[in-house]
């Protein structure tokens, strides 16, 4: 069996975050997971259960392809994963640490936050490609390499 290397991480869990984020996540939990209410956290906590479970097998796979992948390691890597990113689906959280570091004159992020939302007065139609889905994303791609790197390390 041959040991997994970070990019066969990366590029299984890259999948898994796509698959949870686009193709299974309900309508409901990214309309409600960022609420500030006990329906809020259900929805992300059942978002980020669906994306656990996608990476896991995604992992799973790297495994009957030959890969060699020690389990502390990847349940380590998940659990890192899975907590960054109901931290950021909250929303509130990861625009707070945007403002914090905008203040700081680390960065201009806030700001970004809300382009390509509606503007109150114009006919403006809502697209994916607001701010907030972008710096979700980043968020998102830094841990899911940290999570790769953790999980790749030195299979036991």
Known sequence: MKNVSTGDVAAAFAAGHQAADYLLQTRHQADTKMNRDRAGQMAC???????????SAALL?????G????LRRAVTALGVD?????WA???????GLMELLEAA???GK??????GEPREGYDDNVCLGTGKHYLDQAWHAVWTFIAALIAAGRAE
Request: proline share 2%.
């Open 89 to 95: 689906d909250r929303r509130e959280p990861l625009l």
């Open 61 to 65: 796979g790297l495994h009957a392809s």
């Open 82 to 86: 899975a907590a960054t990113h109901y």
């Open 105 to 107: 004159g680390i960065n």
């Open 110 to 115: 806030a700001g970004f936050w809300d382009v």
């Open 67 to 70: 890969r060699k992948i020690s």
């Open 45 to 55: 906590l059942r978002h980020t259960a669906v994306h656990t479970a996608c990476k």
